[in-house]
């Protein structure tokens, strides 16, 4: 259990409050890893500027990064809850609500990839990218209506056959960049050895913002038809 702590002025010193706990916030804000945090300063804060009721530090073992969070007094149970952080815990605002709600299984592979790469294992986040960027493709193509299910879940259909299955050609080209590079994460040689994990996720980045303005080009085009 943690407690607030609070200043003193009347004894010039830092206070322990017996009767008001810290929830964990059990999230960090760096790598999104969920789990216990390690409180390292939860203090109130009572002054005529202070927007919140405390602030606190918390640690991640994992990345070994460290968030603020804003507390927020719940009045009924005296505990003190993170209200907002810097970084955001929420990992969901880095990728848009079209993706997070149709490309789910990618969002997940994604996140792992990266928290495998900030707990220094750059050797296999690289193979979680080429994941992440399989079933990106496969779902783009049923999400867009350019393949049928028993096609895209084939074993025998490769990556290099749906990637040449996409119209789009932003996105073709860098699903094929991304794979190629995924590829030399993945074998014993590099055929590109001047590109690594980060034009990876770079080019990740580039297709993601391509799968949304498609999307959105799309409801714009359905809207005009309407008129038609
Ligand atoms: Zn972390």
């Given at each position: 259990m943690e407690y607030i702590k609070y200043y003193l002025s009347e004894y010039s010193g830092i206070e322990t409050d017996d009767e008001s706990?810290?929830?964990?916030?059990?999230?960090c804000g760096h790598c999104h890893n969920t789990g216990k945090q390690t409180i390292i300063f939860p203090f109130q804060t009572t002054g005529k500027f202070d927007d919140n009721s405390g602030i606190m530090l918390t640690f991640c073992e994992l990345c070994e990064s460290t968030t603020i969070h804003y507390l927020k007094k719940d009045d009924i149970s005296n505990e003190y809850i993170s209200e907002k952080s810097i970084p955001s815990t929420i990992a969901s605002n880095r990728t848009s609500q079209f993706v997070?709600?149709?490309f789910s299984p990618f969002v997940e592979i994604y996140n792992q990839a990266k928290s495998a790469e900030q707990y220094g294992l750059n050797q296999i986040s690289g193979m979680g990218y080429r994941k992440a960027i399989e079933f990106l493709v496969s779902d783009y193509l049923l999400v867009f209506k350019l393949k049928e299910l028993a096609w895209v879940s084939n074993p025998k259909t490769s990556l290099n056959k749906k990637i040449a299955a996409i119209q789009n050609n932003q996105?073709?080209?860098?699903?094929?960049?991304?794979?190629w590079i995924?590829?030399?994460?993945?074998?014993?040689?590099k055929q590109n050895p001047e590109y690594g994990i980060d034009n990876m996720k770079l080019f990740i980045n580039g297709l993601l913002s391509c799968i949304d303005l498609e999307n959105q080009v799309r409801k714009a085009t359905e809207m005009i038809n309407?008129?038609?």
């Open positions: 706990t810290v929830k964990n916030p059990s999230i997070n709600e149709n996105i073709k080209t860098l699903a094929k960049a991304i794979s995924g590829n030399d994460e993945t074998h014993y040689t309407q008129q038609n």
